[in-house]
T-cell receptor
Framework: KAGVTQTPRYLIKTRGQQVTLSCSPI?????VSWYQQTPGQGLQFLFE???????NKGNFPGRFSGRQFSNSRSEMNVSTLELGDSALYLC?????????????FGPGTRLTVL | GENVEQHPSTLSVQEGDSAVIKCTYSDSASNYFPWYKQELGKGPQLIID?????GEKKDQRIAVTLNKTAKHFSLHITETQPEDSAVYFCAAGDSTLTFGKGTMLLVSP
């Protein structure tokens, strides 16, 4: 079974630009969560999507947004990029059912903002 | 919200020794406690998890214990090997997870 895939793996942008990251969950998984990982703050939860609806949201500014498509694939968008947005962005998927806690991560997208 | 503290931040052991990583959490409503291993350039990999109705779980050389009263849980790795070297994260929550800051484990041959 294929794992979670994320594209692109690496991105370099400049301040003020916007960026879109993509995530394809494990087949059959219907929930997708996004995390930001930095050396200083560790893994921080951005948001979770299920059935094309945002179910939970972390404490990030409105510049960070996401969406989910009917095939469960998800995208996240960051507008007006700041230097502090440089991070590894991780996507995790899980099955939505009785054992719905287990999350499986993709390899991440490394975003560098110059 | 939930707050997870993880210790130590770095841990160096000799091959064959045991390693223990400890985490505490604040929200008594949390009922799911996974542990992840992250190698350089990769995403976190789920290695073991435990739910609040279980006190201990073991999978070969890895074990996790949970004390709900004290709100702490621990990861135990026995007979460590160089390939165990990585960053380990604990997490706590339910439908959403709050992660600890990680422990860099170095196993020397």
């Amino acid at each position: 079974k294929a794992g979670v895939t994320q594209t692109p793996r690496y991105l370099i942008k400049t301040r003020g630009q916007q960026v879109t990251l993509s995530c394809s969950p494990i087949s059959g998984h219907r929930s997708v969560s996004w995390y930001q990982q930095t050396p200083g703050q560790g893994l921080q939860f951005l948001f979770e999507y299920f059935s094309e609806t945002q179910r939970n949201k972390g404490n990030f500014p409105g510049r960070f947004s996401g969406r989910q498509f009917s095939n469960s694939r998800s995208e996240m968008n960051v507008s007006t990029l700041e230097l502090g947005d440089s991070a590894l962005y991780l996507c995790a998927s899980k099955w939505w059912g009785m054992r719905s806690n287990e999350q499986f991560f993709g390899p991440g997208t490394r975003l560098t903002v110059l | 919200g939930e707050n997870v503290e993880q210790h130590p931040s770095t841990l160096s052991v000799q091959e064959g020794d045991s390693a223990v990583i400890k985490c505490t959490y604040s929200d008594s409503a949390s009922n799911y406690f996974p542990w992840y291993k992250q190698e350089l350039g990769k995403g976190p990999q789920l290695i073991i998890d435990i739910r609040s109705n279980v006190g201990e779980k073991k999978d070969q050389r890895i074990a996790v214990t949970l004390n709900k009263t004290a709100k702490h849980f621990s990861l135990h790795i026995t007979e460590t090997q160089p390939e165990d070297s990585a960053v380990y994260f604990c997490a706590a929550g339910d439908s959403t997870l709050t992660f600890g800051k990680g422990t860099m484990l170095l196993v020397s041959p």
